[in-house]
């Protein structure tokens, strides 16, 4: 009887002692115990960084903790060069709010940034980028600032951003450049479709990004993906309003990384300008897009379903009567169907230098009023399996 008894003090002493053990392996810094306030009016920044180099300055398992309320940061910089933590995670449950004057951090490129850090998690919480006035002054023609970037990480590895709300961007919403290994889930844009340049999500120069089950509307691209992106992966998106999901534009320079190994499956588009699209600057490049696949897409009366762009040159400036020498090859389009808003839903304006090829069909199904839609082709050879409505205008 001793002996059983003796037994469980001592596995109640082990419980005990893990549990307070892993307690102990785990660090809180709260930001309103720092000095940041959740009026919405008192500048919180210095807590934020305050809470930041605390985090970074800990070998443990790290949680950045926001408190309900309005929090307004200026434009600031989380930088993980000296970073020992591996592990941070910032959890928030309120709204950070940028200065309501454009000119604050309209010049600063990005709001808030993320630099060379590993292994930061974002939880929760809304990003708010005050962005209206700016937007009125943008489309009255006034000489405005280019407006800020909401959240943006660079040259970073191993990100998660969970449960994010991003409204009214003075410019993109996020932005992922020179990243390894980053998952969105449950990401949430809002802003008019007449808001300009405010992008959802624009990915360029990274690899092994995935984007998952998340509602985006917008003045422009729901996700744009620029040079340099490979093995991304999109799931579960409703883009709307918008300009679509768009590959581009790609080719500006004359020597430039390529896109590849990108899936956008399972997403909706309502009422957006485009559905999917890749789009590149008729100028010279050495640039590429392949291994692309388009899969279960379900169209609400877009402008532009399905759309290749090699020819875009806006207001005949900086590449008038060049071609795009953007390569464009093994592309498949499969199980889309729904609605064009315009009587051709498929169009694929390909480069005359180098003409798209392989491009698949499979399983299409657009309609405009109810009625078969049509599709235009130039220098554009592919193949068509299955159901494929408008007719397929490809050659072999």
């Avoid at 000095?35 to 790290?62: I, N, R, Y």
């Avoid at 939880?123 to 962005?131: E, K, N, P, V």
């Avoid at 300009?196 to 998952?212: A, E, F, R």
């Avoid at 049509?374 to 299955?386: H, L, P, R």
Wanted: proline fraction near 5%; glycine fraction near 10%; aromatic fraction near 8%.
């Amino acid at each position: 009887m001793a002996g059983a008894l003796s037994l469980i003090l001592a596995f109640h002493f082990l419980l005990t002692f893990f549990h307070c053990s892993s307690l102990a392996a785990i660090a809180n810094y709260n930001v309103q115990n720092l000095g940041a306030k959740p009026d919405g009016k008192s500048d919180s920044t210095k807590a934020f960084l305050s809470a930041w180099a605390s985090a970074c300055a800990s070998t443990q398992t790290t949680t950045i903790n926001v408190p309900p309320g309005r929090y307004l940061l200026s434009a600031v910089t989380f930088s993980g060069q000296s970073c020992k933590n591996p592990a941070i995670t910032i959890r928030i449950d309120g709204t950070l709010v940028a200065p309501s004057n454009y000119d604050a951090i309209g010049n600063s490129g990005n709001w808030i940034q993320f630099e060379r850090v590993t292994g930061v998690s974002v939880i929760g919480g809304t990003l708010d980028g005050q962005g209206v006035d700016l937007w009125a002054c943008k489309n009255s023609g006034k000489n405005c600032p280019e407006g800020a970037t909401t959240l943006a990480f660079y040259n970073s590895n191993n990100i998660l951003i969970n449960g994010l709300s991003s409204i009214n961007s003075q410019k993109f919403h996020i932005l992922v450049d020179g990243c390894q290994n980053a998952k969105l889930v449950g990401i949430k844009v809002s802003a008019p479709g007449n808001s300009p340049n405010t992008d959802g999500i624009h990915v360029k120069k990274s690899t092994g990004v995935t984007i998952l089950n998340s509602k985006i509307g917008t003045g422009d691209d729901c996700v744009s993906i620029g040079p340099g992106t490979s093995n991304l992966w999109i799931e579960n998106v409703a883009c709307g309003p918008g300009h679509g999901i768009s590959i581009g534009s790609l080719g500006w320079d004359s020597q430039e990384p390529g896109v590849q190994n990108v899936t956008v499956k399972s997403s909706s588009f309502t009422g957006t300008e485009n559905g999917v699209r890749v789009k590149t600057w008729a100028r010279p490049s050495n640039g590429f897009v392949k291994y692309v696949l388009f899969q279960h897409l379900v169209m609400v009366n877009v402008q532009n379903p399905i759309i290749v762009d090699q020819n875009y040159c806006p207001d005949n400036k900086n590449c008038p009567n060049q071609v795009s020498g953007v390569k464009i090859s093994d592309i498949t389009y499969q199980d889309i169907h729904g609605s064009s808003a315009t009587e051709i839903a498929m169009k694929f304006v390909c480069s005359k230098q180098n003409p798209c090829n392989g491009i698949t069909l499979e399983d299409v199904n657009l309609n405009y009023k109810n009625e078969p839609a049509q599709s235009s082709c130039i220098n554009a050879d592919g193949k068509a399996t299955g159901i494929v409505l408008p007719n397929s205008c490809l050659y072999n």
